[in-house]
């Protein structure tokens, strides 16, 4: 059997059968979608690209300030350390630090200072002046200045 053929020596399309102009349609909207998939896909990495490189700059600066933290944390320790040191000591020389009395104060009975205390509550605030100014020199200095 021989198929009908048209004008031009073609054979004519079935109506169940795409025309060829459908199949060029679906072939040039399919590589435009496959473009758009591949462009997002490019956005998507650089943006990807980008908070990476910002999530390595955020954990460099966190290790920095957890560094500064311990830092600071010991000379808080020492600090402190050393006031508890400064009064136990001023406290155990008032009154000679004898226990007894109702007063709360963990000293004699006699609250009146001794010249031994007397001289170390001297030292005492000679050594708190000194801290202080080491303190002002430090913070000055971690400003710039």
């Known amino acids: 059997q021989d198929l009908p053929q048209g ?9 169940l059968s795409p025309q060829p102009s459908e199949g060029a ?16 896909v490019q956005q998507l990495q650089g943006c990807l690209g980008r908070l990476q490189e910002a999530n390595r700059q955020l954990a460099a600066a966190l290790q920095e ?10 000379v808080l320790g020492q600090h402190e350390s050393r006031s508890t040191a400064l009064r136990l000591a001023l406290r155990c020389r008032w009154g000679r630090g004898h226990g007894g009395g109702g007063t709360g104060t963990g000293c004699g009975a006699t609250l009146s200072p001794s010249p031994c205390s007397e001289r170390c ?16 020199r430090e913070e000055d200095g971690a400003r710039g200045g």
């Open 7 to 15: 004008g031009d020596g073609t054979q004519p399309h079935s109506p």
């Open 25 to 40: 349609g679906r072939e040039r909207e399919q590589r435009e979608q496959r473009e758009q998939r591949e462009q997002r």
């Open 65 to 74: 300030c957890k560094g500064d933290a311990e830092r600071l944390s010991m």
């Open 121 to 136: 509550g001297g030292a005492y605030a000679a050594l708190l002046d000194l801290m202080q100014a080491k303190l002002g």
